[in-house]
């Protein structure tokens, strides 16, 4: 089935409906995160509707922490294929690390929040050395 003129775009036009600015577009497809756009005698770049969709995941798995190495990974290779199993890996994997930083961030928020109630806690005249020698011995049971 031929593709009509029509399903492509600009750059601009690409860059418009995302938000993305031209050069970012640029820098994802220089990477190889973007399938690389056709171009026409003049030179201009052109996109087929699912380049919106790559652009879409990438910003999403930026957001969800991925880096630009991982989503390479992630996304669908020049044919257009989904690798199952790798993205799935990925996400359980992405998954836990989230869970790791959840655990570490609340065991740091408690020890933040057991030093502040400490520090509220001391009588004005406390010397300030001996109360900071205090709250750094509690920090560390």
Not at 76 to 102: C, V
Not at 120 to 129: A, I, K, L, M, W
Request: charged letters at 25%; one cysteine or more; a positive charge.
């Amino acid at each position: 089935m031929k593709k009509d003129k029509s399903d492509l775009m600009r750059i601009g036009q690409l860059a418009s409906l995302t938000g993305l600015s031209t050069s970012k577009i640029r820098f994802y497809e220089d990477t190889g995160l973007l399938i690389p756009a056709k171009r026409t005698a003049a030179g201009y770049r052109l996109y087929n509707q699912a380049a919106l969709l790559v652009l879409d995941l990438i910003q999403r798995g930026q957001q969800a922490g991925f880096g630009l190495k991982d989503m390479k990974a992630l996304l669908p290779d020049e044919q257009g294929k989904w690798q199952k199993a790798s993205l799935i890996a990925a996400l359980e994997s992405k998954i836990q690390d989230i869970d790791a930083m959840q655990t570490t961030l609340t065991a740091n928020r408690q020890r933040l929040e057991s030093a502040l109630n400490h520090i509220v806690n001391q009588p004005d005249n406390t010397d300030c050395t001996d109360n900071a020698r205090t709250v750094v011995e509690q920090s560390l049971k």
